[in-house]
């Protein structure tokens, strides 16, 4: 099973370049998320997405950009790479997170390791 | 605001048993998530609790008390593979608007 696949696993950036950072789904989940995390900070949220086309805002998403044109993939865009961009990145994917039910647990991707220098 | 306090680190021996604490301050709580992430790896999920209560799965149980906002993951018979981090997350909010807010995680280190 592949799960949540994300790509690339590394990547070093100049200050200024653009990337885009690509994660796909195979589970036919509906919700769609991007993190970033930090040393001591933990796992904060970028964007999220409830479904094709519908795209949110989390706690950090400033730099960020993202689109969900279909259900299984949901790229996170960085427009102009900044040396607080340097982290390492989760996408994640979770059926719709309904009140009392364990089923729509968080999956997450293996990450990927993002250095702007 | 919204908050979770975890401790830190915490050591324990192979063989033993560790409980880690999880306390938080939310609105619209709707169930608490612990999560295992080994050094370099993603998050993945080990339990749910959303009743007061224990939940046991093995090796593992987590309690939980709505009216102390309180929770515990409790690791028994601890292996060297155990040493990870354990994160806390409480879900909140409603209808779309639904989401888990994270704890910063607690770093067990087994030792032999």
């Known amino acids: 099973n592949a799960g949540v696949t994300q790509t690339p696993k590394f990547r070093i950036l100049k200050i200024g370049q653009s990337m885009t950072l690509q994660c796909t789904q195979d589970?036919?989940?509906?919700?769609m998320y991007w993190y970033r995390q930090d040393p001591g900070m933990g796992l904060k949220l970028i964007y999220y997405s409830v479904g094709a086309g519908i795209t949110d805002k989390g706690e950090v998403p400033n730099g960020y950009n993202v689109s969900r044109s279909t259900t299984e993939d949901f790229p996170l865009r960085l427009e102009l790479a900044a040396p607080s961009q340097t982290s390492v990145y989760f996408c994640a994917s979770s059926f719709r997170l309904e009140k009392g039910t364990a089923g729509n647990t968080i999956y997450f991707g293996e990450g990927s390791w993002l250095t702007v220098v | 605001g919204q908050n979770i306090d975890q401790p830190t680190e915490m050591t324990a021996t192979e063989g033993a048993i560790v409980q880690i604490n999880c306390t938080y301050q939310t609105s619209g709580f709707n169930g608490l998530f612990w999560y295992q992430q080994h050094a370099g790896e993603a998050p993945t999920f080990l339990s749910y609790?959303?009743l007061d209560g224990l939940e046991e799965k093995g090796r593992f149980s987590s309690f939980l008390s709505r009216s102390k906002g309180y929770s515990y993951l409790l690791l028994k018979e601890l292996q060297m593979k155990d040493s990870a981090s354990y994160l806390c997350?409480?879900?909140?909010?409603?209808?779309?608007?639904?989401?888990?807010?994270w704890g910063l995680g607690t770093s067990l280190a087994v030792n032999p």
């Open positions: 609790n959303v």
């Open positions: 589970m036919n989940h509906n919700y």
């Open positions: 997350a409480v879900r909140v909010g409603a209808g779309n608007n639904r989401k888990l807010i």
